[in-house]
């Protein structure tokens, strides 16, 4: 068996004996025959960020042949707003390379993720999933490179209060049982996950927990290794399908939403990235941020604004963007920095074999760390369309290599200092600032649409129901008017608990 399989834990990828990208029809009919699978789920993306089924049971060989080959009808109305009904049909096709075993079904059950084809048999210009598919592909007609991504999913766990041990409040980060309390449903998750082919870097507490009215509020984190970013997407997606499954099997309630309650944490969703050529990381030059890395971070600068459509899509995004929340409100990027939008963390670029030096038994370890370095967005929160939003970051970093001062623009938004600080005041006075409402957001995404339709990534179509539903939520002054107003907080955290 391939050595990169030997401890593949997706049980189709460790039966086939080969990556999942090397699926076929045959091999996913195979799996079925000689593993006692007696169903076959289709799952995809619709225009409220979540995961829709559709359930088949087997009932003989040419039927199952039917459905893999032919897909099936969905009523595209009920699952996208721009959509109308009167030409609402649409095809779903299985991907096969995304095949996982149902870690939750009674009956033994074969699930995959599918794509959308219009009554033309063409790719749904205006799905989700094509959209990141053509932002990619576009990438790498621009630079000749590819484009990689990874999410740090953040998300709280809500249960009942048992008095033991309590914790630091806004102080879990890394937290150990058992003063975290969650730490064995979130590495069970991290396992369905794993089995379903998401690709984890690790798991952990993080910053946020609290007591009120006698629930548990804690606050976790699972943080996926580079990959193309299409399959970042997927992972994301059926991620956060396996979470809130998982708690609901455990009587836990559980949300991504980025705003909880006033003067606590909230949960953002970090995108990092990395630009790949012939299999090597180019984000480093010599040991330091390459001219690569800092164009794409210039067109990150470029159109932060826009980005904000996507990553943050209702009125409690914005409340998370404000200062002194680790959180960023300008536009600006910097090196291990968490004050700022984009951050370059640590990238193992220093020359000591630290490896050796905590363990004084072992050889010099001449690993290539210059893979391991990324930059990472910082404003996405969890209810960001997880595809739109990948898509977009694909093209700012497109368009960086479309910028004539990339380089300047780089530089000039630079910053080396926590820019909340008192002394910074004039440096922050230089930044632009992020929007403040979903309304300001669609305005800025209006501003910038054509970068986002060049190339046909975004169509039009798409761009025109995301303004519209940005502008639907009237919140211009919604953040100032209950600044003050714990309760109207509250009930607009309450509205919008469960998105994304």
């Known amino acids: 068996m391939n050595n990169q399989l030997e401890l593949n834990p997706n049980k189709v990828v460790a039966y086939l004996g080969k990556p999942a990208k090397e699926f076929t029809k045959a091999d996913i009919v195979r799996y079925i025959r000689e593993n006692g699978v007696r169903m076959v789920n289709f799952m995809y993306p619709a225009g409220d960020g979540r995961l829709k089924t559709l359930n088949f049971v087997i009932n003989n060989a040419a039927y199952l042949d039917a459905i893999l080959t032919c897909g099936e009808r969905v009523d595209g109305s009920s699952l996208f707003p721009f959509i109308e009904a009167g030409s609402s049909d649409l095809y779903v096709l299985p991907r096969f390379s995304t095949a996982f075993l149902d870690p939750f079904a009674e009956i033994p059950t074969l699930s995959m993720l599918c794509s959308y084809f219009n009554k033309d048999g063409e790719p749904l210009e205006s799905s989700p999933e094509h959209t990141l598919r053509k932002a990619c592909r576009a990438f790498n007609e621009v630079t000749g490179m590819q484009f990689e991504a990874m999410g740090e999913l953040e998300y709280y766990v809500i249960a009942p209060d048992e008095g033991l041990f309590p914790a630091t409040d806004q102080k879990g980060y890394h937290e150990s049982a058992p003063y975290a309390k969650f730490n064995e449903f979130r590495t069970t998750c991290m396992a369905y996950i794993a089995q379903a082919g998401g690709l984890i870097k690790y798991g952990h507490s993080e910053v946020g927990n609290f007591t009120i009215d006698g629930l548990i509020y804690e606050q976790n984190e699972i943080e996926f290794l580079p990959v193309a970013a299409e399959d970042a997407a997927d992972q994301l997606m059926i991620a956060k399908w396996i979470i809130r499954n998982l708690a609901y099997q455990m009587g836990y309630d559980i949300t991504f939403a980025p705003k909880i309650t006033a003067g606590k944490a909230g949960s953002g969703l970090h995108i990092h990235m990395r630009i790949v050529k012939d299999g090597q990381n180019q984000m480093l030059d010599g040991g330091v941020l390459s001219a690569t890395a800092r ?206």
């Open 295 to 500: 164009r794409a971070i210039a067109g990150m600068m470029e159109l932060a604004p826009s980005i904000t459509a996507f990553g943050n899509t209702n009125p409690t995004s914005y409340f998370r963007l404000v200062p002194h929340q680790e959180a960023p409100t300008n536009i600006c990027w910097g090196d291990r920095n968490r004050s700022v939008l984009v951050r370059v963390p640590l990238g193992w670029a220093a020359k000591s074999d630290m490896c050796q030096i905590a363990n004084p038994l072992e050889p010099l370890s001449n690993y290539d760390t210059t893979q391991k370095q990324t930059v990472e967005m910082r404003s996405p929160d969890g209810s960001a369309d997880l595809y739109q939003l990948i898509a977009g970051l694909a093209v700012a970093c497109r368009h960086g290599f479309e910028m004539e001062n990339a380089l300047e623009v780089a530089e000039k938004t630079y910053v080396n200092v926590n820019i909340h600080q008192k002394e910074n005041a004039d440096r922050l006075k230089d930044l632009a600032q992020l929007p403040d409402s979903c309304e300001a957001s669609a305005a800025c995404l209006e501003c910038q649409r054509a970068v986002f339709e060049e190339h046909n990534v975004f169509s039009p179509a798409m761009i025109d129901g995301i303004i519209k539903k940005l502008r639907s939520y009237g919140d211009k002054t919604l953040r100032s008017d209950i600044a003050d107003n714990q309760e109207a907080m509250l009930e607009l955290v309450r509205r919008y608990f469960h998105c994304g």
